[in-house]
């Protein structure tokens, strides 16, 4: 069955950088897109961006863009994410999700505090 | 961006109830309008993809409905198990973009 694995919580500092794994299982990795999504406390879902593991292309929600960086190993089936210049604002769980949003993995906590 | 707003934020009503939950784009998002379910601690859940089509294992007590900018998610008999934060989240324009939930609990 699908399954889509991600690392575990973080605690960084304000100003640090942040990378966090999605390890896909149960399906063909570079048959679907990968999307991320954030969810701060209590609060919505962000839509983030997505990456084709396929062909590596990329796009990002234009609040994120300056903020996400995509990537993914083919070799691994693993998609990651990384978010630059950390404040108390990315404080959030960060989930990524897979075939249209019908698979969804577990979430990571990020906490950003000095 | 296409804003997607949510009623009621919460909502309680009792078991057995018929309960319906609304979200309204700010524009004709041609259906392309998911459901999602949010239990505490866990990831969301999809339960209806393009406005009306019943996600594989999901209950048929579930139903949704809508179309333009104007859409409905039906839980027609309320379950203790249905407690939840629901999301609408439309995929017809970038960015994607979800509700802000209505919080489901049990009178």
């Known amino acids: 069955q699908v399954k889509l694995l991600q690392s575990g919580a973080a605690l960084v500092k304000p100003g640090d950088s942040v990378k966090m794994s999605c390890k896909a299982s149960?399906?063909?990795?570079?048959?679907?897109?990968i999307h991320w999504v954030k969810q701060s406390h209590g609060k919505s879902l962000e839509w983030i961006g997505y990456i084709n593991p396929y062909s590596g292309g990329t796009n990002y929600n234009e609040k994120f863009k300056s903020k996400a960086t995509l990537t993914v190993d083919k070799s691994s089936s693993t998609a990651y994410m990384e978010f630059s210049r950390l404040t108390s604002e990315d404080s959030a769980i960060y989930y990524c999700?897979?075939?249209?949003?019908?698979?969804w993995g577990q979430g990571t906590l990020v906490t950003v505090s000095s | 961006d296409i804003q997607m707003t949510q009623s009621p934020s919460v909502l309680s009503a009792s078991v057995g109830d018929r309960v319906t939950l609304n979200c309204k784009a700010s524009?004709?998002?041609?259906?392309?309008l998911n459901w999602y379910q949010q239990k505490l601690g866990e990831a969301p859940k999809l339960l209806i993809y393009n406005t009306n089509n019943l996600q594989t294992g999901i209950p048929s007590r579930f139903s949704g409905s809508g179309s333009g900018t104007d859409y409905t998610l039906t839980i027609s008999s309320l379950q203790p198990e249905d407690v939840a934060t629901y999301f609408c989240f439309q995929h017809n324009s970038w960015p994607l973009t979800f509700g802000s939930g209505t919080k489901l609990e049990i009178k």
């Open positions: 149960g399906y063909t990795f570079t048959d679907y897109i």
């Open positions: 524009q004709n998002i041609n259906k392309y």
């Open positions: 999700a897979s075939h249209w949003f019908a698979y």
